[in-house]
Protein backbone atom coordinates (compact mmCIF):
# COMPACT_ATOMS: atom_id res chain seq x y z
CA UNK A 1 0.00 0.00 0.00
CA UNK A 2 1.07 3.05 -1.31
CA UNK A 3 1.96 5.15 1.82
CA UNK A 4 3.79 8.47 0.50
CA UNK A 5 1.95 9.77 -2.99
CA UNK A 6 3.10 11.92 -5.50
CA UNK A 7 1.08 13.44 -8.42
CA UNK A 8 1.47 13.82 -11.42
CA UNK A 9 4.94 11.18 -11.68
CA UNK A 10 5.85 13.00 -14.76
CA UNK A 11 5.00 16.79 -15.12
CA UNK A 12 5.83 18.76 -18.44
CA UNK A 13 5.57 22.41 -17.89
CA UNK A 14 6.22 25.84 -20.14
CA UNK A 15 9.33 27.96 -19.31
CA UNK A 16 7.47 30.74 -16.79
CA UNK A 17 4.06 28.76 -16.60
CA UNK A 18 3.19 28.01 -12.94
CA UNK A 19 3.00 24.27 -12.02
CA UNK A 20 1.76 22.54 -8.70
CA UNK A 21 3.02 19.62 -7.40
CA UNK A 22 1.02 17.23 -5.08
CA UNK A 23 2.13 15.37 -2.11
CA UNK A 24 0.07 12.97 0.38
CA UNK A 25 0.68 10.61 2.81
CA UNK A 26 -1.38 8.10 4.79
CA UNK A 27 0.60 7.73 7.79
CA UNK A 28 -0.24 10.99 9.51
CA UNK A 29 3.14 11.75 9.92
CA UNK A 30 3.82 15.46 11.82
CA UNK A 31 7.10 16.13 9.39
CA UNK A 32 6.65 16.43 5.56
CA UNK A 33 9.95 17.74 3.36
CA UNK A 34 9.98 18.46 -0.67
CA UNK A 35 13.46 17.48 -2.08
CA UNK A 36 14.93 18.65 -5.57
CA UNK A 37 16.89 16.05 -7.27
CA UNK A 38 18.97 17.38 -10.51
CA UNK A 39 20.14 14.72 -12.32
CA UNK A 40 23.68 12.80 -10.72
CA UNK A 41 23.11 14.75 -7.83
CA UNK A 42 22.10 14.79 -3.88
CA UNK A 43 18.39 15.24 -3.18
CA UNK A 44 18.90 18.82 -1.73
CA UNK A 45 16.05 19.87 0.58
CA UNK A 46 13.98 22.91 -0.33
CA UNK A 47 12.16 22.80 2.54
CA UNK A 48 10.25 21.28 5.04
CA UNK A 49 6.95 21.38 7.39
CA UNK A 50 6.71 20.40 11.33
CA UNK A 51 3.04 20.23 11.58
CA UNK A 52 2.29 23.57 10.28
CA UNK A 53 5.15 25.57 11.03
CA UNK A 54 7.08 25.98 7.64
CA UNK A 55 11.05 25.64 7.87
CA UNK A 56 12.68 27.19 4.48
CA UNK A 57 16.08 26.69 3.44
CA UNK A 58 17.99 29.44 3.48
CA UNK A 59 19.13 28.44 -0.42
CA UNK A 60 15.75 27.47 -1.59
CA UNK A 61 14.91 30.15 -4.44
CA UNK A 62 11.76 32.30 -3.81
CA UNK A 63 10.17 31.21 -7.23
CA UNK A 64 9.41 27.61 -5.03
CA UNK A 65 6.55 28.33 -2.35
CA UNK A 66 5.12 25.62 -0.25
CA UNK A 67 1.07 24.77 1.23
CA UNK A 68 0.12 22.04 3.92
CA UNK A 69 -3.51 22.86 4.24
CA UNK A 70 -3.94 19.44 6.68
CA UNK A 71 -1.64 16.60 8.03
CA UNK A 72 -2.33 14.27 4.45
CA UNK A 73 -1.12 16.72 1.70
CA UNK A 74 1.32 18.87 0.99
CA UNK A 75 2.20 21.33 -2.32
CA UNK A 76 4.78 22.50 -4.43
CA UNK A 77 4.48 25.40 -6.36
CA UNK A 78 6.70 26.73 -8.57
CA UNK A 79 5.78 29.99 -9.83
CA UNK A 80 8.30 30.57 -12.71
CA UNK A 81 9.80 27.83 -13.50
CA UNK A 82 12.99 27.88 -15.34
CA UNK A 83 14.87 25.54 -17.48
CA UNK A 84 16.91 25.11 -14.27
CA UNK A 85 14.28 23.59 -12.42
CA UNK A 86 13.92 20.67 -14.43
CA UNK A 87 14.36 17.97 -12.09
CA UNK A 88 12.96 15.09 -9.69
CA UNK A 89 11.12 16.58 -6.89
CA UNK A 90 10.89 13.91 -3.45
CA UNK A 91 8.46 14.37 -1.09
CA UNK A 92 8.96 12.54 2.13
CA UNK A 93 7.63 12.22 5.38
CA UNK A 94 9.04 11.97 9.29
CA UNK A 95 6.62 10.62 12.07
CA UNK A 96 7.44 13.70 14.43
CA UNK A 97 10.17 15.80 16.59
CA UNK A 98 12.34 12.48 18.83
CA UNK A 99 11.95 10.28 16.02
CA UNK A 100 14.81 8.35 14.46
CA UNK A 101 15.18 9.73 10.75
CA UNK A 102 15.12 5.90 9.92
CA UNK A 103 11.24 6.59 10.05
CA UNK A 104 11.40 8.95 7.06
CA UNK A 105 9.50 7.55 4.22
CA UNK A 106 9.59 8.79 0.70
CA UNK A 107 7.55 9.00 -2.39
CA UNK A 108 8.31 8.07 -5.28
CA UNK A 109 8.65 11.67 -7.00
CA UNK A 110 7.97 13.98 -9.86
CA UNK A 111 10.01 14.11 -12.86
CA UNK A 112 9.76 18.37 -14.04
CA UNK A 113 10.28 19.14 -17.57
CA UNK A 114 10.77 22.50 -18.33
CA UNK A 115 10.12 23.53 -21.85
CA UNK B 1 30.38 22.99 -1.44
CA UNK B 2 29.68 19.00 -1.15
CA UNK B 3 29.07 18.21 2.49
CA UNK B 4 28.43 14.48 1.62
CA UNK B 5 30.57 12.66 -0.97
CA UNK B 6 30.13 9.53 -2.99
CA UNK B 7 33.13 9.86 -5.34
CA UNK B 8 32.56 6.45 -7.19
CA UNK B 9 29.48 7.21 -9.51
CA UNK B 10 28.98 3.40 -10.38
CA UNK B 11 30.71 0.53 -8.93
CA UNK B 12 29.91 -3.24 -10.36
CA UNK B 13 30.57 -6.38 -8.30
CA UNK B 14 29.74 -10.28 -9.35
CA UNK B 15 27.09 -11.81 -7.71
CA UNK B 16 28.25 -13.56 -4.17
CA UNK B 17 31.35 -11.01 -4.07
CA UNK B 18 31.16 -8.13 -1.53
CA UNK B 19 30.17 -4.36 -2.32
CA UNK B 20 32.30 -1.64 -0.60
CA UNK B 21 30.57 1.82 -1.03
CA UNK B 22 32.26 4.58 0.11
CA UNK B 23 31.04 7.83 1.05
CA UNK B 24 33.17 11.16 2.79
CA UNK B 25 31.99 13.94 5.01
CA UNK B 26 33.47 17.38 5.30
CA UNK B 27 30.90 18.72 8.37
CA UNK B 28 32.44 17.85 11.99
CA UNK B 29 29.25 18.23 13.38
CA UNK B 30 27.55 15.48 11.62
CA UNK B 31 27.23 12.66 14.04
CA UNK B 32 24.50 10.53 12.52
CA UNK B 33 24.45 8.70 8.95
CA UNK B 34 21.97 6.95 7.20
CA UNK B 35 22.07 4.75 3.85
CA UNK B 36 19.36 5.21 1.66
CA UNK B 37 18.49 2.78 -1.35
CA UNK B 38 16.64 3.78 -4.53
CA UNK B 39 15.43 1.55 -7.48
CA UNK B 40 14.42 3.20 -10.84
CA UNK B 41 11.17 4.55 -10.31
CA UNK B 42 11.02 4.83 -6.72
CA UNK B 43 11.81 6.88 -3.83
CA UNK B 44 14.75 5.99 -1.52
CA UNK B 45 13.91 3.94 1.01
CA UNK B 46 16.05 3.47 4.25
CA UNK B 47 18.59 0.55 4.32
CA UNK B 48 20.95 1.15 7.60
CA UNK B 49 22.25 3.90 10.19
CA UNK B 50 24.97 4.53 12.44
CA UNK B 51 25.50 6.82 15.00
CA UNK B 52 28.69 8.26 15.53
CA UNK B 53 28.76 6.63 19.08
CA UNK B 54 29.95 3.46 17.32
CA UNK B 55 32.45 2.10 14.24
CA UNK B 56 30.41 -0.66 13.27
CA UNK B 57 26.67 -1.22 12.71
CA UNK B 58 25.33 -4.65 11.31
CA UNK B 59 21.55 -5.79 9.52
CA UNK B 60 21.93 -9.56 7.93
CA UNK B 61 24.13 -8.68 4.64
CA UNK B 62 24.46 -5.25 5.11
CA UNK B 63 27.10 -3.59 7.38
CA UNK B 64 28.20 0.03 7.54
CA UNK B 65 31.22 1.47 9.34
CA UNK B 66 32.44 4.61 10.47
CA UNK B 67 35.64 6.23 10.54
CA UNK B 68 34.85 9.48 12.14
CA UNK B 69 38.62 10.84 12.71
CA UNK B 70 39.06 9.98 8.63
CA UNK B 71 35.49 11.47 8.30
CA UNK B 72 34.46 8.59 6.45
CA UNK B 73 31.69 5.96 6.48
CA UNK B 74 31.38 2.45 4.08
CA UNK B 75 28.51 0.01 3.34
CA UNK B 76 29.87 -3.37 2.98
CA UNK B 77 27.17 -5.73 0.96
CA UNK B 78 28.02 -9.12 1.42
CA UNK B 79 26.83 -11.77 -0.44
CA UNK B 80 26.16 -9.23 -3.18
CA UNK B 81 22.88 -10.55 -5.32
CA UNK B 82 21.21 -8.80 -8.21
CA UNK B 83 18.48 -7.57 -6.35
CA UNK B 84 21.06 -5.20 -4.25
CA UNK B 85 21.34 -3.25 -8.02
CA UNK B 86 20.59 0.18 -7.19
CA UNK B 87 21.62 3.79 -6.62
CA UNK B 88 22.79 4.10 -2.46
CA UNK B 89 22.60 7.21 -1.00
CA UNK B 90 24.92 8.35 2.11
CA UNK B 91 22.85 10.82 4.24
CA UNK B 92 24.41 12.61 7.57
CA UNK B 93 22.63 15.02 9.73
CA UNK B 94 23.97 16.57 12.82
CA UNK B 95 21.89 14.36 15.20
CA UNK B 96 19.38 11.72 15.01
CA UNK B 97 16.18 13.86 16.18
CA UNK B 98 16.79 16.53 13.86
CA UNK B 99 14.76 17.39 10.72
CA UNK B 100 17.49 17.97 8.43
CA UNK B 101 20.26 15.66 6.60
CA UNK B 102 22.17 16.13 3.58
CA UNK B 103 22.56 13.72 1.17
CA UNK B 104 25.46 12.76 -1.06
CA UNK B 105 25.02 12.18 -5.30
CA UNK B 106 24.67 8.74 -5.10
CA UNK B 107 26.29 5.14 -5.97
CA UNK B 108 25.17 3.26 -8.35
CA UNK B 109 25.59 -0.53 -7.93
CA UNK B 110 25.22 -2.92 -10.64
CA UNK B 111 25.40 -6.77 -9.08
CA UNK B 112 26.32 -8.78 -12.13
CA UNK B 113 24.87 -12.39 -11.84
Known amino acids: DAMVIQNPRYQVTQFGKPVTLSCSQT?????MYWYQQKSSQAPKLLFH???????NEADTPDNFQSRRPNTSFCFLDIRSPGLGDAAMYLC??????????????FGPGTRLTVL | DQQVKQNSPSLSVQEGRISILNCDYTNSMFDYFLWYKKYPAEGPTFLISISSIKDKNEDGRFTVFLNKSAKHLSLHIVPSQPGDSAVYFCAASPDNYGQNFVFGPGTRLSVLP
Open chain 1, 92 to 105: ATLAGAGTLKDEQF
Open chain 1, 49 to 55: YYDKDFN
Open chain 1, 27 to 31: LNHNV
